[in-house]
């Protein structure tokens, strides 16, 4: 089954990989999957069609097989296999013959050419004519105008280990062996140097490198391949040595579009169901932004496995990767990772014990499997007990509450119109951020991406993947309560408006910001200004002019007085008590289509000291229906919300027990 795609924003390459790119490709839904794909038989299987990125022997174009790709795979990337100082003697003959009729070979101390793997022999990458053959190979030989980029392979920071006979190498064709640091640092400038005219010569198509990360490598690449990940020569080889290159270091260097890929892979025994160490690389790649790929190992890149993970659309990235053991420290080291996405998470235990983790406030689905049914067994679990060195990929059962404010860790139930709870409640919940703080999640750019908005003491953030973009204070530093908080596109601009409204303790003033955090109005009292009880906020289009207005409701200590305003501030109506007007508890207003015949209705809850009562009213505040979302003894008030949970094209009635 192939997955469903979305976009591209960045490319990552673990072959298995701090903190943590932004931009990239259009992006597609996770997990990203890519084939480094050479075989011996020289046959493009049809099943390549799955995977999301392709490396590809150079001398492999297939027209037939590339067009039905880029029609399969819109976002789709392949890569051109390529040699950057070396030759086989089997393959690319042209090159061979050519490094062997100019004698471009790179020599050991005795005047023999080197075979640095079985018919694979260094060329000296000095040689200012290589570097220009090999750049117009790739130019003008392969269709490059069919790929997307290139690959070069075996990229070395350090060739004195290709030595085994100890006699040296000679790097400047004197007929002497040269010092080992000589012969390094000449050969690290020589594929800096070839790095930096392929750039010059094939524009901005994608250059991936496949081998080291010296600083003097990047600055004319895209990304990097981390093979056979935790790649054992990067650092001491262990796993943050790789994941600090992956998500913090290389992406601080290469240019855009960034590329990364993650390689695990079976370490040359080609057992398929090696499933731990696939799924410790592939949940390591969904940390980052990059592609995953798993295969034999390094001395066969020809396989085709396809694995129950690869199918779980997981959407679009909710944020970074943080360690659950040490949740306010960002850096990279052993611990229990996770990453949301919209439809999923995924876990990497990356210590050397078991680990055993509660999800206090949130429940998963284990995914239903026909491979590793040990582990992917298809269960609901609100625990994880994750072997060392293993990964997880976990299903959200949909509870994710988006442009609506809620108080994170608050209880909801969920209802249609008519008052019937549809589906189990749940704990409204954001991990990565602090226990009964404000959030409101909603792609209030238009990217195509979810922002959070998170209210801190009276102060509004806002994050998108995680990373604090901008932040800004609705009363300036006079008000530190919670603060009601609507989103809307209230000017038909493309983008939404934020809307806040003082809580508790504050005037009932209603402001409307850019999605920035910029004021658009000075705002507007919706009450009294003497009142101290704040005031809730809605959006809704109120005479289907295609211009939003604004549902204000007293809060604590007024009375259940619905208003409807103009964003600027001008009253519509008079407006209606949804209770009894004598009731001091105010109200919490919610909007939404929850009858799915196309006009929004308002939804009401009593506050403070009223019964957990939930009432429905059309536009021109005529009651429609009435409920008890709890037991009728509650007295704590509650708040109420609307959001299409189900995903069937109506609108469900939240309501929450934490008063507002």
Known sequence: MQKKKIMKISLVIILTGIFFPLFLFAQTDYPKLANYYLPVSGRLEPDLMKWDLLILPADLYNKNFFDEFRQKNKDGVILAYIYPAQAHNQTKVYLYQAADGNNWWLFNGQGEKMEIWPHVFAVNVTNGDWRDYNIGYVKNRINLDKWDGIMYDIVDASITHYDKNGVGIDINNDGRADSGDYVNQKWRDGMAELFSQTRDEIGDKIILINGNSLD??????????????PTPWEGNGSW???????????????????????????????????????????????LGNGYFSFDHGDQSHSQVWWYDEYDQGLGKARGQAYNLLDKNNPSIKPGLWRRDFEYGLALVNSTDKPQTY????????????????????????????????????????????????????????????????????????????????QILNSDIDNDGDMETLVNGSGVISIYDQGVKISQFSPYENRFKGEISLAVSDLNNDGTKEIITGAGRGGGPQVRVFTKDGRP?????????????????????????????????????????????????????????????????????????????????????????????????????????NQFFAYEEEMMTGIKVMSDDINNDKIDEILVSTISF
């Open 216 to 229: 003097a490598y990047q600055p004319d690449i895209n990304g990097r391949m981390l093979e056979t990940f």
């Open 520 to 624: 658009l109005i000075g705002g507007f009292f919706a009450y009294g200004q003497d009142f101290r009880g704040g005031v809730n906020v809605a959006v809704m289009d109120l005479n289907n002019d295609g211009i939003k207005e604004i549902i204000t409701g007293a809060g604590p200590g007024g009375g259940p007085h619905v208003r409807v305003f103009t964003k600027d501030g001008r009253p519509l109506t008079g407006g209606f008590f949804a209770y009894d007007k004598n009731f001091r508890g105010g109200v919490s207003v919610a909007t939404g289509n929850i009858d799915g015949q196309g006009d929004t209705e308002i939804i009401t809850g009593a506050g403070p000291g009223g019964g957990p009562q939930v009432k429905i009213f059309s536009k021109d505040g005529r009651a429609l």
């Open 240 to 286: 943050e040595a790789s994941m600090v290159e992956y998500l913090d270091r290389l992406p601080k260097k290469n240019i855009e579009p960034q590329i990364y890929i993650i390689n695990a892979n079976t370490k040359n025994s080609g057992k398929m169901d090696s499933y731990r160490e696939m799924r410790f690389g592939l949940a390591s790649s969904l």
């Open 358 to 437: 509660v999800f206090s406030k949130e429940e998963f689905e284990k995914i239903n499997g026909q491979q590793d049914r040990r582990v992917n067994d298809g269960s609901k679990i609100n625990y994880i007990q994750l072997a060392a060195k293993d990964g997880i990929v976990l299903r959200k059962i949909n509870n994710e509450i988006i442009n609506n404010g809620f108080n994170n860790g608050s209880f909801v139930r969920v209802f249609n119109e008519g008052g019937e709870q549809v589906k189990n409640g749940f704990f409204a919940y954001k991990d990565d951020y602090a226990g009964n703080v």
